[in-house]
């Protein structure tokens, strides 16, 4: 079992940039992939970037190529999404997100998420 508890998430001009942080809290955090998934209003939830158990490997999808970054702390037990060159098209909830399976460049099938955090980018 996993909890998931994001946090960073705020009001932000377009071309600004925000850090989103995930406190994972239970055991083996280090053999989850790990990810970040968005969801805008009406719109259905959306994979944003994964990381592998290691580290190594991140997947972004085409909308966060470029602008996001995806990092892990195995001994923080944390996951980091940095945003940079934010657009309006951009605000969403953001969920963090664990999976037993790992991640790939076409998503992630997540066995936790965490309640969420609003990001919203002003024009």
């Known amino acids: 079992q996993v909890q998931l508890v994001e946090s960073g998430g705020g009001l932000v001009q377009a071309g600004g940039s925000l850090r989103l942080s995930c406190a994972a809290s239970g055991r083996a955090f280090s053999t989850y992939a790990l990810g970040w998934f968005r969801q805008a209003p009406g719109k259905e939830r959306e994979f944003v970037a994964g990381?592998?158990?290691?580290?190594?490997?991140?997947y972004y999808a085409d909308s966060a190529k470029g602008r996001f970054t995806i990092s892990r702390d195995n001994a923080k037990k944390t996951v980091y999404l940095q945003m940079n060159s934010l657009k309006p098209e951009d605000t969403a909830v953001y969920y963090c997100?664990?999976?037993?399976?790992?991640?790939?460049?076409?998503?992630?099938?997540?066995?936790?998420w965490g309640q969420g955090t609003v990001v919203t980018v002003s024009s």
């Open positions: 990381i592998s158990w290691s580290g190594d490997s991140q």
């Open positions: 997100a664990a999976a037993l399976t790992r991640a790939t460049a076409q998503g992630m099938a997540p066995n936790y």
